[in-house]
């Protein structure tokens, strides 16, 4: 697994190059944002080792596989960690495929793993986690959310927008890294969501897939 740094909080933590969750370094230890793919726990629990700091919170963006794929390994290595996800990706995880009468009857795409950890905490609009506000961010999953830092407005976007070749929004196709787009539920619900992000004006993008952006506005 590659670790980068990237601001005084801000650890990146990169598998298969291109597959990515995050250490954020706050007062009381590390919140873990995502898990990676299956597999991740072992190397994630030694790179905070290596930081010095415990992982005390894990906080999802959105229930697909390759972003909760290490929750469960996680949670038995680390039973003390709060699980924080959005109430409305809960329902994935726990194995509820059913759309919500409000919500664009688009079918639902991406790999949703079922779950054995429930989560202690469930997340909405304008809750923190520990430094982090929760921004609602659907489009890419019904439920997905982003993290945004207030102490250095770092947005960590879950797969809002992805880098890989330069930053796009998760519905935009690109042959030569189509899976965001291929998972994607509702590209105009994805598309509101990246415009409210940008409003934001943050300092430095970090997403799922590809490298952290540094004053990423004109990109966005």
């Given at each position: 697994?590659?670790?980068?740094?990237?601001?005084?909080?801000?650890?990146?933590?990169?598998?298969?190059?291109?597959?990515?969750?995050?250490?954020?370094?706050?007062?009381?230890?590390?919140?873990?944002?995502?898990?990676?793919l299956?597999?991740?726990?072992?190397?994630?629990?030694?790179?905070?080792?290596?930081?010095g700091?415990?992982?005390?919170?894990?906080?999802?963006?959105?229930?697909?596989?390759?972003?909760?794929?290490?929750?469960?390994?996680?949670?038995?290595?680390?039973?003390?960690?709060?699980?924080?996800?959005?109430a409305?990706?809960?329902?994935?995880?726990?194995?509820?495929?059913?759309?919500?009468?409000?919500?664009?009857?688009?079918?639902?795409?991406?790999?949703?793993?079922?779950?054995?950890?429930?989560?202690?905490?469930?997340?909405?609009?304008?809750?923190?986690?520990?430094?982090?506000?929760?921004?609602?961010?659907?489009?890419?999953?019904?439920?997905?959310?982003?993290?945004?830092?207030?102490?250095?407005?770092?947005?960590?976007?879950?797969?809002?927008?992805?880098?890989?070749?330069?930053?796009?929004?998760?519905?935009?196709?690109?042959?030569?890294?189509?899976?965001?787009?291929?998972?994607?539920?509702?590209?105009?619900?994805?598309?509101?969501?990246?415009?409210?992000?940008?409003?934001l004006?943050?300092?430095?993008?970090?997403?799922?897939?590809?490298?952290?952006?540094?004053?990423?506005?004109?990109?966005?």
């Amino acid at each position: 697994m590659n670790v980068t740094h990237h601001g005084s909080y801000l650890t990146q933590l990169t598998r298969l190059g291109a597959f990515s969750c995050y250490l954020v370094r706050d007062d009381d230890g590390f919140t873990l944002v995502d898990t990676g793919l299956s597999g991740s726990a072992p190397a994630i629990i030694a790179a905070a080792k290596e930081l010095g700091m415990p992982i005390v919170r894990i906080a999802i963006t959105h229930a697909h596989i390759d972003h909760v794929g290490s929750l469960d390994a996680l949670h038995g290595l680390l039973p003390q960690a709060d699980v924080l996800v959005s109430a409305r990706d809960a329902r994935f995880m726990a194995g509820d495929m059913t759309l919500d009468p409000s919500e664009p009857q688009a079918k639902l795409r991406g790999g949703f793993p079922k779950i054995d950890t429930t989560p202690t905490r469930l997340l909405a609009q304008g809750d923190r986690v520990g430094s982090l506000e929760v921004v609602a961010a659907p489009g890419h999953t019904p439920g997905q959310v982003a993290f945004f830092d207030t102490r250095d407005r770092t947005l960590l976007a879950g797969d809002a927008f992805y880098s890989v070749g330069g930053v796009a929004v998760a519905s935009t196709m690109r042959w030569w890294f189509p899976f965001p787009t291929l998972a994607t539920w509702h590209a105009p619900t994805a598309l509101a969501t990246a415009r409210k992000l940008r409003d934001l004006a943050p300092a430095r993008l970090a997403v799922g897939h590809g490298p952290v952006v540094a004053q990423p506005g004109a990109a966005v």
